[in-house]
């Protein structure tokens, strides 16, 4: 028998202390002592001011920083209506190691500090609904959780903006993208998400921006069933050169 709701919170406080115990006394990235750990806090403040904003201006639908007076590439095969999307950090460094982190090596609680990061681009959007990327069945059960639905919650706690964790579906496994050209991604993730339902105000959370491919074709899902405009988030995004190397070829 499941334990009683009451019984189950008294259970989950009384395992996130212990877990508070058992966590390393020290900054997960830089491994300098934290000092203060009262926000469950597993990276140091100076590791967080490392991680790199993204330099204005940015594309309006894409949010990739612009050359002023040369119009954004990356953007111009997405479905019409997804707009607004936008990244917090960089993929550098400290940034590219809390994604490690996370979707590696277990530590899902490091989705707080990272979501901090997240949260002015959720603030600068009108009643949000977030929606997580979903992964596979066969991905979600390796990992135990899915990290963007990880970030939805956190910024869920710290802002109360509403999550729709079920909106999107994965219809098939679409495998690892790190290796493909974006021609390749593209094809690979044709019809791979469908929306199961369309909430207000959809904002499609994912971790790392690289060539947009993932962020379109959900985004395509979520146009096709109804929703007017689809906005996005990311964590990071990778920077140019890392971007145009996954493109496979320069400024497309
Ligand atoms: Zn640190
Ligand atoms: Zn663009």
Redesign the pocket.
Known sequence: MPPSGARWVDLRAALAAAERWLLPGA?L??E?VVPARDDDSL??A??RARWSRLPEPLCARCGQPLTPGIRCRLCTEWPDGLTGVRSAVWLEDQARRAVHHLKYEGWRRIAGPMADAMRPLVGDIDSPTLVPIPLSAARLKARGYNQSAEWAGALERRTGVAVASGALARRRDTGTQTALTPEARRANLAGAFVAVSVPPNPVLVDDVFTTGSTLAEAGAALLLAGAREVRGITFARAPRPLAEAARGVHGI
């Open positions: 900054c990235l830089c300098s990276v140091c100076a590791c």
